[in-house]
Nanobody
Framework: QVQLVESGGGLVQPGGSLRLSCAAS??????MGWYRQAPGNQRELVAT???????NIADSVKGRFTISRDNARNTVALQMNSLKSEDTAVYYC???????????WGQGTQVTVSS
């Protein structure tokens, strides 16, 4: 059974940093990534990374957020620096399993940027 378990969310002041981690199990994974959803907004892409390490980063976080993965451990991480209040959202881990490319989601972790 495929499971994605996020960790690392919390409350941070503007300008601060947080690191989110997602541990995936139950399959091999193709593209993995992070999405976020703020109250009243649609879920949006933050960053994705392919099994070969190619990344896709949203313009709104480019230069501040970095995505990485460890294929041997089936983990994906999101390093978030220079956080802004508009980064406040629930962050979701996302992964596509191999070979079907079916999509799975984690339960979400809250990130709040506030003074």
């Amino acid at each position: 059974q495929v499971q994605l378990v996020e960790s690392g969310g919390g409350l941070v002041q503007p300008g601060g940093s947080l690191r989110l981690s997602c541990a995936a199990s139950g399959s091999l994974f193709s593209t993995m990534g992070w999405y976020r959803q703020a109250p009243g907004n649609q879920r949006e892409l933050v960053a994705t990374i392919t099994i070969t390490g190619r990344t896709n980063i949203a313009d709104s976080v480019k230069g501040r957020f970095t995505i990485s993965r460890d294929n041997a451990r089936n983990t994906v991480a999101l390093q978030m620096n220079s956080l802004k209040s508009e980064d406040t959202a629930v962050y979701y881990c996302n992964a596509n399993v191999l070979p079907s490319l079916d999509e799975y989601w984690g339960q979400g972790t809250q990130v709040t940027v506030s003074s």
